[in-house]
């Protein structure tokens, strides 16, 4: 019999007993700007959130900067009318020697200014996402590219809720979901609460809210709201003018005036207003998977 078998190995991380974390460089703590991850299930509209909230905050006057957290590199796709290449793809290029980097290497200038990096992500089944992020945020300090910046916005991959993907929470002063008006987009918002709950015991992240996206309806969303303590600070209608947008590679601070796209521009302005004036810190109470189906259903 092996001694592990008799003493099995106890994992501890910082977020928890059996918690294996990639952990943040002290060295590379965001100072001096407004720090947003994005969360929210796979193809619920994170990137275009992302995207639309970065051109308000550019609009109201902020020096912004985007952060794509996927392997598809295409958070910054409207902002910059192109996918550009990886931080990861880029580092390999020069045998991760980030001292041979320019800044123009990594950074694209998108609309009205806003700076656009994509991280990217590790190979299919190696690596960590949170090694890519730390790498990432190493590099724009390196090149002082922090420092003249006001908002840094992190759109972070799908619904994935391990260590490594909830490494932008470590940098992080308010943590926004997006959801739809459904049992899936609400059952994924509830595990993210969890993992945002649990980054915060040991990190200054918080919850600020969550943003109904293509949704008619919010009555599923506000109820699971009331029921956790939770808020929705945005609504952004089922319009066929943010799908055209993706389409045509523009945020909608690019589009034609039509009355859609300008009452979801409006929109957008008043959740960018609302998080830069700072929101309460949010701790609401995640449900049990047995209380959630009670209480939304399920088709």
């Known amino acids: 019999m092996s001694p592990l078998d008799i003493n099995p190995p106890v994992l501890r ?60 590199h295409d958070s910054t796709f409207t902002l910059t009318g192109h996918l550009q290449p990886t931080v990861i793809d880029i580092l390999k290029e020069v045998d991760f020697h980030p001292e041979e980097l320019r800044p123009e290497d990594f950074v694209t200038e998108g609309y009205n200014g806003v700076k656009c990096v994509e991280a990217g992500g590790p190979p299919a089944g190696t690596g960590c996402g949170g090694y890519v992020v730390g790498q990432t945020v190493k590099l724009l300090k390196q090149h002082h590219l922090l420092e003249e910046t006001d908002v840094v916005i992190f759109d972070v991959l799908g619904d994935v809720v391990c260590g490594g993907f909830a490494a932008p929470l470590q940098h992080a002063d308010r943590a926004l979901i997006v959801t739809a008006n459904d049992f899936d987009s609400i059952y994924a918002m509830n595990r993210i609460i969890a993992a945002v709950q649990a980054k915060s015991k040991n990190y200054k992240v918080r919850l600020a809210g969550c943003v109904a996206n293509r949704s008619r309806d919010t009555n599923e969303v506000d109820r699971y709201c009331d029921t956790v303590g939770f808020n929705r600070i945005a609504h952004m209608p089922d319009v ?60």
């Open 240 to 299: 066929d003018a943010i799908r055209r947008s993706r389409l045509k590679k523009k945020t909608l601070f690019e589009m034609d005036d039509e009355d859609d796209i300008v009452r979801c521009r409006a929109e957008y302005i008043r959740l960018a207003e609302t998080l830069w004036n700072g929101t309460e810190g949010l701790a609401p109470a995640p449900m049990e998977d047995r209380d959630i189906f009670e209480l939304l259903g399920f088709d």
């Open 13 to 72: 991380g910082q977020d928890g007993e059996g918690s294996v974390q990639v952990h943040q460089d002290a060295d590379a703590q965001i100072t001096g700007a407004k720090v947003f991850s994005v969360y929210g299930k796979g193809g619920i509209g994170k990137s275009t959130t992302s995207s639309n909230l970065s051109a308000a905050f550019s609009n109201l006057g902020k020096r912004v900067l985007q952060i794509g957290c996927d392997p598809k």
